[in-house]
T-cell receptor
Framework: RKEVEQDPGPFNVPEGATVAFNCTYSNSASQSFFWYRQDCRKEPKLLMSVYSSGNEDGRFTAQLNRASQYISLLIRDSKLSDSATYLCVVISGGSNYKLTFGKGTLLTVNP | SQTIHQWPATLVQPVGSPLSLECTVEGTSNPNLYWYRQAAGRGLQLLFYSIGIGQISSEVPQNLSASRPQDRQFILSSKKLLLSDSGFYLC?????????????FGNGTRLTVT
């Protein structure tokens, strides 16, 4: 089983739709989790951290399920500008300095 | 505030030529520094990371090397490039001493080996 796995998509949704991505991780000792956004041919940018109790930032909601070892990202009221690749990132307990990236989920929001 | 500078933005090099990519961070001390590579259509691969001056950890065997001559400077090098070295190279930093902090990336260098 890979350390971090994501559905590669692509997800094609209309403007205004709600879309959710999941990301599973294999190391139960994983400590920290993040979602990044990467636009085509650009560097990844931190979207949000994922906290144990779940957290929300505007239209974005991140959740952590430790029992099932996955994190999720929910985007409400999708905008055209949300089109990007979304990467989940896990910091495993073995090395606090090494972050493992998923391969990303491609989202396209259509007008 | 912290900033990260990475250059050049694009680079075209012939097979067998040397490589030197440089990255500097401003606005923080003793950051953790990273080099990642992203091949076309693929995920991010961690190449090297450093938690202090002169300390380098290598994640994958390859013909690349990294050095950290100063606290906030990280250099990626190769003596002889291979075609397979083509890709998008990303430098990143995170807070030193805070092992659970997120990464912040530079703008990247798009390397094409011909």
């Amino acid at each position: 089983r890979k350390e971090v796995e994501q559905d590669p998509g692509p997800f094609n949704v209309p403007e205004g739709a709600t879309v959710a991505f999941n990301c599973t991780y294999s190391n139960s000792a994983s400590q920290s989790f993040f979602w990044y956004r990467q636009d085509c041919r650009k560097e990844p940018k931190l979207l949000m951290s994922v906290y144990s109790s779940g957290n929300e930032d505007g239209r974005f909601t991140a959740q952590l399920n430790r029992a099932s070892q996955y994190i999720s990202l929910l985007i409400r009221d999708s905008k055209l500008s949300d089109s990007a690749t979304y990467l989940c990132v896990v910091i495993s307990g073995g090395s606090n300095y090494k972050l493992t990236f998923g391969k990303g989920t491609l989202l396209t929001v259509n007008p | 505030s912290q900033t990260i500078h990475q250059w050049p933005a694009t680079l075209v090099q012939p097979v067998g030529s040397p490589l030197s990519l440089e990255c500097t961070v401003e606005g923080t001390s003793n950051p953790n520094l990273y080099w990642y590579r992203q091949a076309a259509g693929r995920g991010l691969q961690l190449l090297f990371y450093s938690i202090g001056i002169g300390q380098i950890s290598s994640e994958v065997p390859q013909n690349l090397s990294a050095s950290r001559p100063q606290d906030r400077q990280f250099i990626l090098s190769s003596k002889k490039l291979l075609l397979s070295d083509s890709g998008f190279y990303l430098c990143a930093w995170s807070l030193g001493g805070a092992g659970n902090s997120p990464l912040h990336f530079g703008n990247g260098t798009r390397l094409t080996v011909t």
